[in-house]
């Protein structure tokens, strides 16, 4: 079992940067992709990035490319989400992943998630 906790989230202006971090205890992390998903209420959860065991591969939502940055540190057992240009459209629970075989497979481990509201 591998247990994700998120960090991070708080309430921020529209144009100001956040860093979400994940640290993953038990299990295999460092062999496992990781990624991050959001959800507004009501709307399905959405992928916004992932990233390969290794951190060579990455994949980023439409929504966030160019602006969101994921990366990772295997010695931490850790997993980063770096969020520029935030929109109000971000706000969202994010939630920290681990695990899958594929972007849009099933991810078994999932973090409680952090609150990221983002004002105009």
């Known amino acids: 079992q591998i247990q994700p906790v998120e960090s991070g989230g708080r309430l921020v202006q529209a144009g100001e940067s956040l860093r979400l971090s994940c640290a993953a205890s038990?299990?295999?992390?460092?062999?496992?992709?990781a990624g991050w998903f959001r959800q507004v209420p009501g709307k399905v959860h959405e992928l916004v990035a992932g990233i390969s065991w290794d951190g060579e591969m990455t994949y980023y939502a439409d929504s966030v490319k160019g602006r969101f940055t994921i990366s990772r540190d295997n010695v931490k057992n850790s997993v980063y989400l770096q969020m520029n240009s935030l929109k109000v459209e971000d706000t969202a629970v994010y939630y920290c992943?681990?695990?899958?075989?594929?972007?849009?497979?099933?991810?078994?481990?999932w973090g409680q998630g952090t609150q990221v509201t983002v004002s105009s």
């Open positions: 992943v681990v695990g899958a075989s594929s972007w849009q497979g099933s991810w078994p481990y």
């Open positions: 038990g299990g295999r992390f460092k062999d496992s992709a």
